[in-house]
C-alpha cells in the first residue's frame, strides 16, 4: 500500500461509511472536508455532521469553509499538499481551482449506476423509477455533474420492500468496499477510467418536501414506491382535512373509488383508493404523535368516510 496523502470531503452518514473504511484500513486522511455545523432538532442547535463527529474523534483535522470558491480554503487546501481529493456526498459543488489542487485528481463515491442518477437524490430516483438494481460508481470527478469517467461500478439489487434509509444504509456500506478495494490501483495507474455515455445519462435532482405528498391520482404501485423512496425523509404525507399524515410503510390493496377516498379504516386495516388500485397504509403517523400500525391508528384520527387529500 503506497502512502498518499488524502484528503475526505463529506458530510452525511453516507459519507461517514466510506470515510471509516480509509480510517480502518490505514488510510487515514491528512485533513477532512465538511459542511459548517447547522441548526439542528427542536432546539435549532448548532450540530457537526456525521463525518466531522467521527473525524474529530479520530484526531483528523476538520476543515469547514462556507464555501470553496474562496481563495483563502483554496490556499488552506493546496497547504497540506493532497495527492487525491476523495468526495462522497460532501454537499457542495467543487470548482475547477479545487479540482485542480490533488496531484492525482479527485475521486467521487457515487450511490447509482452512472451515468443513471446523477445528482444529489439518486437512491431515492432508483426506488421510486421502480429500478430494479443500483449500485456503486468509483468516478474521476470533473467540472460537470457527476459526469467524469467511470472506475469501477458494482451492483447489487433493490429489495422488493426496501426503503431509502434500508437502500442508503446498504450502498454507504458498499462504498467503503468499492474504495478501499479499489483505491491503490486507480491512484497507481493500474486502472483506466471509461466515460460515461451522455445519452444515456438521467438526473435525480434535490428532494423537496413537497415532492412526498401524496397524489392519490396515481397508480397503487406507484404510491408503494413513493412511501419507500421518502422513508426517511421527508417522509410521504397527506393530509385529512386539516391533519398531516406522514405514512412510513404501505401496500398495494384491491379497491375502486374515487382517488383518495377512504375505504376501510378499522382494527383490520387503512386502504383508500388510488387512480388505479387501493393503498394499504400499513404504517402511519399523525403530526406531533408517535408511529403507529394502522390497525391503532384510528384510535388518534379515524378517517372512515373521508376523503384525503
Not at 44 to 53: D, F, G, I, Q, R
Not at 194 to 207: F, M, N, P, S, V
Not at 214 to 240: C, K, M, Q
Request: proline share 6%.
Amino acid at each position: 500500500m503506497t502512502d498518499f496523502r488524502v484528503i475526505f470531503a463529506g458530510t452525511p452518514e453516507f459519507a461517514l461509511a466510506s470515510l471509516r473504511a480509509l480510517v480502518e484500513s490505514g488510510r487515514s486522511p491528512v485533513a477532512v472536508l465538511t459542511q459548517p455545523d447547522r441548526p439542528a432538532g427542536r432546539g435549532k442547535k448548532l450540530t457537526a455532521s456525521p463525518v466531522k463527529e467521527y473525524a474529530v474523534a479520530q484526531g483528523i483535522p476538520v476543515l469547514q469553509p462556507t464555501s470553496l470558491r474562496d481563495e483563502a480554503a483554496v490556499a488552506e487546501l493546496r497547504a497540506l499538499r493532497p495527492d487525491v481529493l476523495i468526495v462522497a456526498a460532501y454537499g457542495l459543488i467543487l470548482p475547477q481551482e479545487v479540482l485542480d489542487v490533488p496531484t492525482l485528481g479527485c475521486l467521487n463515491v457515487h450511490a447509482s449506476i452512472l451515468p443513471r442518477w446523477r445528482g444529489a437524490a439518486p437512491i431515492q430516483a432508483a426506488i421510486l423509477a421502480g429500478d430494479k438494481t443500483t449500485g456503486i460508481s468509483l468516478m474521476a470527478m470533473t467540472a460537470g455533474l457527476d459526469c467524469g469517467p467511470v472506475y469501477t461500478i458494482e451492483r447489487i439489487d433493490i429489495g422488493a420492500d426496501e426503503s431509502a434509509a434500508e437502500l442508503h444504509d446498504r450502498l454507504a456500506d458498499l462504498g467503503g468496499r468499492v474504495l478501499i478495494n479499489h483505491l491503490d490501483d486507480i491512484l497507481e495507474g493500474r486502472v483506466a477510467a471509461t466515460d460515461q455515455d451522455e445519452a444515456l445519462a438521467t438526473y435525480a435532482g434535490k428532494i423537496v418536501t413537497s415532492d412526498a405528498r401524496i397524489d392519490w391520482g396515481a397508480t397503487a404501485d406507484e404510491l408503494v414506491r413513493s412511501v419507500r423512496a421518502y422513508n426517511p425523509f421527508p417522509g410521504a404525507f397527506f393530509f385529512a382535512g386539516d391533519d398531516r399524515i406522514k405514512v412510513w410503510r404501505a401496500s398495494t390493496a384491491e379497491g375502486v373509488a374515487e382517488p383518495g377516498t377512504v375505504l376501510q379504516c378499522d382494527r383490520d386495516g387503512i386502504i383508500v383508493a388510488c387512480g388505479t388500485g387501493a393503498l394499504r397504509l400499513d404504517e402511519l403517523q399523525l403530526a406531533g404523535k408517535r408511529r403507529v400500525a394502522a390497525h391503532d391508528f384510528p384510535g388518534q384520527l379515524d378517517l372512515s368516510g373521508q376523503r384525503l387529500r
